[in-house]
């Protein structure tokens, strides 16, 4: 199997608790020795096998490889990839089975993360998943006082629209989120705004 590792959980002695994002799930595995194995570390791709363990306790992993990517030797470029990684172990906690969507859009922006913009790759990733699960909200009606927003808005946690003075926080081009949410494009963002919206993004879903 061939998996992303959401997040890692010390257990007894240096043994550890592997979540990881598949193709079609999102599972707990036990590892033992585990802290003392360096291909175990947040957001790494890693090929694996998995060994049902006959007490029922959680499955092993064993046969562990790492799937590199050069921009891992780039410090903010990983700790980017840190950051969005980790927003996904909490969106999936009380889920096992998922779409294939999940890792291929997961696979899909760490090949592109040592070339591209690792912040505009945040935006361009979350907003294409709030698409697929149906949750891009319509610009026009603030979340919070529920009136009409006019030119200028604010995203708040999962991109939900509300005005700039309810939700206390800077303000965006409504027309340029509207390009983002139709196209999953940041082209048309400055950086700044790309800035703003990761920040968002990296809040959760």
């Given at each position: 199997m061939?998996?992303?590792?959401?997040?890692?959980?010390?257990?007894?002695?240096?043994?550890?608790?592997?979540?990881?994002?598949?193709?079609?799930?999102?599972?707990?595995?036990?590892?033992?020795?585990?802290?003392?194995?360096?291909?175990?570390?947040?957001?790494?791709?890693?090929?694996?096998?998995?060994e049902q363990d006959k007490s029922n306790f959680l499955p092993r992993i064993r046969s562990i490889t790492h799937n590199g990517f050069q921009w891992l030797y780039n410090r903010e470029k990983l700790m980017n990839w840190h950051r969005f990684i980790s927003i996904f172990e909490p969106h999936f906690r009380d889920v096992k089975e998922?779409?294939?969507?999940?890792?291929?859009?997961?696979?899909?922006?760490?090949?592109?993360?040592?070339?591209?913009?690792?912040?505009?790759?945040?935006?361009?990733?979350?907003?294409?998943?709030?698409?697929?699960?149906?949750?891009?909200?319509?610009?026009?009606?603030?979340?919070?006082?529920?009136?009409?927003?006019?030119?200028?808005?604010?995203?708040?946690?999962?991109?939900?629209?509300?005005?700039?003075?309810?939700?206390?926080?800077a303000a965006v081009d409504k027309n340029s989120i509207e390009n983002l949410f139709g196209t999953s494009s940041t082209l048309l963002l400055n950086d700044n705004t790309v800035e703003v919206l990761s920040e968002i993004a990296l809040k959760g879903f």
């Amino acid at each position: 199997m061939k998996g992303f590792i959401l997040k890692l959980n010390r257990a007894k002695n240096e043994d550890m608790v592997v979540t990881i994002l598949s193709e079609h799930t999102v599972d707990s595995y036990y590892r033992f020795y585990g802290a003392r194995h360096s291909v175990l570390q947040l957001g790494y791709l890693i090929d694996f096998e998995v060994e049902q363990d006959k007490s029922n306790f959680l499955p092993r992993i064993r046969s562990i490889t790492h799937n590199g990517f050069q921009w891992l030797y780039n410090r903010e470029k990983l700790m980017n990839w840190h950051r969005f990684i980790s927003i996904f172990e909490p969106h999936f906690r009380d889920v096992k089975e998922i779409d294939s969507f999940y890792f291929y859009s997961l696979l899909d922006a760490a090949k592109k993360w040592e070339k591209q913009n690792s912040r505009r790759l945040i935006v361009e990733t979350f907003t294409n998943i709030l698409k697929y699960e149906g949750r891009i909200n319509n610009l026009s009606k603030c979340v919070i006082c529920d009136s009409k927003i006019e030119n200028e808005l604010s995203l708040i946690k999962g991109f939900m629209p509300a005005h700039p003075f309810c939700s206390h926080s800077a303000a965006v081009d409504k027309n340029s989120i509207e390009n983002l949410f139709g196209t999953s494009s940041t082209l048309l963002l400055n950086d700044n705004t790309v800035e703003v919206l990761s920040e968002i993004a990296l809040k959760g879903f």
